[in-house]
T-cell receptor
């Protein structure tokens, strides 16, 4: 298995532009998680899906952020409009199920820089 | 909000030495997980210890859990330069499905 795939690996954009991050979870995994990592705040859970359904989006910082999972093999995280404070590394992770017994498998991340 | 807090924030040792990292958490847990993150990469799951376990081994890794003190430790024995990475503990908040990570310990193993 190729593991969790994220694209792009690096994104540089100007303030105000729309940014779309993509994720392909491991085949057969039913849960998908989006995290953001910064030096100041560490690793934060933004949103997670079970069986393509968003379960908890309380970590999404504001309405500029949205996430979708149209099918079991694809998810997007969109920021519109982007701001410099959104600069961070965004990780997608998947697991067999959400819940206390399951480890999460992380993708390589997308490093976003908003100028 | 942060559930786990690692200590120390940074650790530098020589190859062959043992490295010990600690994690403290706040609420009751079902299990505690340790992850490793190499520079510029995603996190990799290392080991999971359940709340009814006190110690667990995996290769050169030894994890302990003390639920009375709400703390865990990760010991890496006979460290190698390739162990250089950041190490994170993670727990689930209460009964939720949300895994919460600490800020990590940055380990440097000098050859």
């Amino acid at each position: 298995d190729a593991g969790v795939i994220q694209s792009p690996r690096h994104e540089v954009t100007e303030m105000g532009q729309e940014v779309t991050l993509r994720c392909k979870p491991i085949s057969g995994h039913n849960s998908l998680f989006w995290y953001r990592q910064t030096m100041m705040r560490g690793l934060e859970l933004l949103i997670y899906f079970n069986n393509n359904v968003p379960i908890d989006d309380s970590g999404m910082p504001e309405d500029r952020f949205s996430a979708k999972m149209p099918n079991a093999s694809f998810s997007t995280l969109k920021i519109q409009p982007s701001e410099p404070r959104d600069s961070a590394v965004y990780f997608c992770a998947s697991s067999l199920q959400a819940g206390v017994s399951y480890e999460q498998y992380f993708g390589p991340g997308t490093r976003l820089t908003v100028t | 909000s942060q559930q786990g807090e690692e200590d120390p924030q940074a650790l530098s040792i020589q190859e062959g030495e043992n490295a010990t990292m600690n994690c403290s958490y706040k609420t009751s847990i079902n299990n505690l997980q340790w992850y490793r993150q190499n520079s510029g990469r995603g996190l990799v799951h290392l080991i999971l210890i359940r709340s009814n376990e006190r110690e667990k081994h995996s290769g050169r890794l030894r994890v302990t859990l003390d639920t009375s003190k709400k703390s865990s430790s990760l010991l890496i024995t006979a460290s190698r330069a390739a162990d250089t990475a950041s190490y994170f503990c993670a727990t689930f908040q209460g009964g939720s499905e949300k895994l919460v990570f600490g800020k990590g310990t940055k380990l440097t193993v000098n050859p």
